[in-house]
């Protein structure tokens, strides 16, 4: 395969990504769901690891991608510098002294040419805004983990309270020999706050907390909403961005041989 087919497969490449991370973007805008991550009558800890886990493939992500532009950039480089090798090299000083080789004027062969041309543009790439846009939003779902764990600590208290207010109004009627209904607590004991101060107050921060709760679930269903939707929006659109800059990169490679851009 020589240089100029080579070229055109990597120019094939980074078109069909950017055209493939645009479309992603455009689904992703497109979609206005509202994302349901907890709930008042939901219980266990399963929102709590499916967040987790989503934040640690997130920040795999970001490794992966590191590592992958990295790769590319080590073997171009270390094919450019295999490939200089084998001529003698003729050094052009510059303003700030130092040397740049410049295969072309030495009758270098067309693939050390291009190899050295594509060398200097894998070695612009910066994924610095890639990077940060996955990590950015990563750090978005630990915010919303931890809102979620406030959610369900929430929950747990407002059982327990539940649990608590019921067991005693049950003991209320036991003592007093009243029969007690299968109803809930709430609708069972119209009026007790009046003739039990105890079971009043309790009712009262029962009702409180069930209030705080609610707000809590809203709060982490909106977070997850609105993080999940511009985070990925932010990530497919500096994705998108990357592959043209890569794309517009590679085209700009020349082929001497054809006396233009590849």
Known sequence: MDT???????????TFMAECH?????????AKSHVQVASC????????????KLEMESLKWEKC??????????????????LIKCISQENEETRDGIAHFLPGRVGAPETLIVCNNWY?????????????AIHDFASSLRQLWEKQSEEQQQR??????????????????KERGINYSNGTAASVVAGLDELE????????????????????????????????????????EALESFCLDRLKGYQQIRNPNKGGKI
Request: no cysteine; aromatic share 10%; proline share 0%.
């Open 4 to 14: 100029e087919t080579v070229s055109i497969q990597l120019i094939r490449m980074w």
């Open 22 to 30: 645009k479309k992603q973007l455009q689904k992703i805008m497109e």
């Open 41 to 52: 009558k939901i219980t266990g800890d399963s929102g709590l690891r499916a967040t987790m």
């Open 65 to 82: 991608f590191g590592d992958w532009i990295n790769a590319q950039k080590s073997f171009v480089k270390f094919l450019n510098g295999w």
């Open 120 to 132: 200097r543009a894998v070695e612009k790439m910066s994924e610095s805004q890639v990077s940060a």
């Open 156 to 173: 747990v208290h407002a059982d327990y309270l539940s649990r608590d207010y019921e067991r005693r109004v049950r003991s209320f009627y």
């Open 197 to 236: 101060k105890n079971l009043g107050f309790m009712k009262k921060r029962l009702e409180k907390k069930r209030i705080i709760h609610v707000q809590a679930v809203k709060e982490v269903n909106d977070s997850a909403s609105s993080s999940l939707r511009s985070g990925m929006m932010s990530i497919f």
